[in-house]
């Protein structure tokens, strides 16, 4: 079924992909044995709908449906896609194979494996051609990364429609081009926990120093450069070759067990199991999810504001659902006779202040988002921008009529109020559904930037100025238009 995807497993990663993709608007069954199942996905939801809409500068599609099945063949009956999150046992999945291809032999079958090869997962299959590996980062509704593995079986062109489907939802697919166990995260990642355990069997150091030693420093760098580029510019001017002549030497030295791995013996674990509580302590796990989240949520904006890294994966999205809601579509395409719909998204966790609701800041932040946006419409982009010319914001003025909170759905709507010449005077309306939150007026001059002095237009950004000038031109002025600070409402 076209947009519904099945996912047999519903526990932390079965989870995270049904609220990855009922946020994208997906319908979603689900079926998973554990009794507290439902109680566990409601869960995950919960913190999706928290944190995920605080990604975005475009509001998420309507939610898709949850559903929770009794049996395999109920949720994945008709799907084109079947999403599998089973314990790691290859017999278990092999098992839960046979059930899908009793009743579906043509839906893709995603394995949310960290690391069995997809060719010994496909060996029993009747269809094996349509598996593939899709191993997601917890949590998944937030962490953009998933790795596309083929099996020796698999049909090249179930990757390259898994490509598509998950940057639909926001993802960044890389494609793992050699089947290897582990594939490519899961292999780093291990090399460091070894030798962290390694670190915590010595007594070099705890738990709590071991994160700090990464939280506060080559983590930050990760989060937005590999292994590979941080260490090519840590080699200032050489790069990468200063590096490995630099401290390539050093590799052969015995600074690390990678290749050996403590004895997990019973005191051993309950010594690492005790650091780490302790280290969370009084924080519960819900309470640490939450602060993961908020965490995430402001790096991957940070990194969004530079268009880098997996900000940029946010960014391509956010144009993905502009596209979808109507935001970009071209001035030719648009009724011009009533205002435009210039902005619609979640306010995010970061946008209120210590009376709990939006920061005033936040209110021109959103209305200058109208306002770029309404240049983009006229044709004000980056490329007109570059060659030359741009409208300069010459007065603002906002009117803070009600409350609006985190998670509220908003939307903008811009009138243009004037637009000859070198001037464009308008008029935003910030709403959460049919109740107005807040009005702001712009008044804007259009500036040479080699001058910086005011200076007409091009013809084209005349014209198309004037066209939605033109048609609205019938409105009823704004009640409060032109009103100064203090006047009586």
Not at 102 to 112: D, L, P, Y
Not at 145 to 153: H, N, R, S, T
Request: aromatic share 6%.
């Amino acid at each position: 079924m076209q947009n519904t995807v099945a996912i047999v497993g519903g526990g932390v990663i079965g989870g995270g992909w049904a609220a990855r993709f009922a946020l994208n608007g997906w319908d979603v069954r689900i079926f998973d044995p554990d009794p507290q199942a439902q109680r566990k996905t409601q869960e995950m939801l919960a913190a999706a709908r928290r944190a995920l809409p605080g990604l975005t500068d475009v509001a998420l599609p309507p939610e898709g449906a949850v559903q929770h099945c009794d049996t395999i063949a109920e949720a994945v009956t008709d799907c084109a896609l079947i999403v599998e999150a089973v314990p790691e046992r290859l017999e278990v999945k092999q098992a839960v194979y046979a059930e899908i291809e009793a009743v579906n032999t043509a839906g893709i079958i995603a394995s949310s494996t960290s690391g069995i090869m997809p060719s010994d997962l496909q060996a029993k299959m009747t269809h094996p051609s349509r598996l593939i590996v899709a191993h997601p980062f917890n949590p998944v509704y937030l962490l953009p990364l998933v790795e596309l593995v083929a099996g020796k079986q698999t049909d090249p062109a179930c990757i390259e429609t898994a490509k598509t489907l998950y940057a639909g939802l926001g993802m960044q697919p890389l494609h793992c081009r050699v089947e290897i166990e582990g594939f490519l995260s899961d292999r780093l990642q291990e090399a460091l926990w070894r030798e962290a355990l390694w670190l915590l069997k010595d007594g070099v150091a705890t738990a709590e120093e071991l994160d700090a030693a990464i939280a506060y420093g080559p983590g930050l760098r990760w989060a937005q450069m590999g292994t590979m580029q941080t260490f090519h510019l840590a080699g200032g001017e050489g790069g990468m070759r200063a590096m490995l002549a630099m401290f390539g030497p050093c590799l052969k030295w015995p600074w690390t067990k990678l290749m050996d791995v403590p004895d997990l013996t019973d005191d051993f674990v309950e010594m690492v199991g005790d650091q780490c509580d302790a280290q969370s302590h009084p924080r519960s796990p819900r309470d640490l999810e939450k602060l993961r989240d908020a965490n995430l949520v402001g790096i991957i904006r940070s990194l969004r504001a530079a268009n880098w890294g997996a900000g940029a994966t946010v960014r391509a999205h956010d144009r993905h659902l502009a596209d979808a809601a109507g935001i970009a579509a071209p001035l030719d395409t648009r009724d011009l006779s009533k205002p435009l719909l210039t902005v619609q998204r979640v306010v995010p966790l970061d946008w209120t202040d210590y009376n709990g609701h939006m920061n005033e800041a936040k209110y021109l932040q959103a209305f200058g988002d109208a306002t770029d946006r309404m240049m983009e419409l006229i044709g004000c982009d980056a490329d007109y921008i570059a060659s030359g010319g741009s409208y300069f914001t010459a007065e603002t003025h906002i009117r803070h009529i009600d409350e609006v909170h985190a998670g509220a759905m908003i939307q903008v709507h811009t009138q243009v109020l004037a637009g000859t010449g070198k001037k464009m005077h308008l008029w935003h309306e910030m709403y959460e559904g049919d109740r107005l939150l807040a009005t702001g007026e712009h008044f804007l001059l259009h500036v040479s930037l080699a001058t910086r002095r005011p200076s007409d237009p091009s013809a084209q950004i005349a014209a198309a100025l004037g066209a939605v000038t033109q048609a609205q031109a019938g409105l009823a002025r704004p009640d409060g238009a032109g009103r100064a600070v203090g006047a009586p409402r």
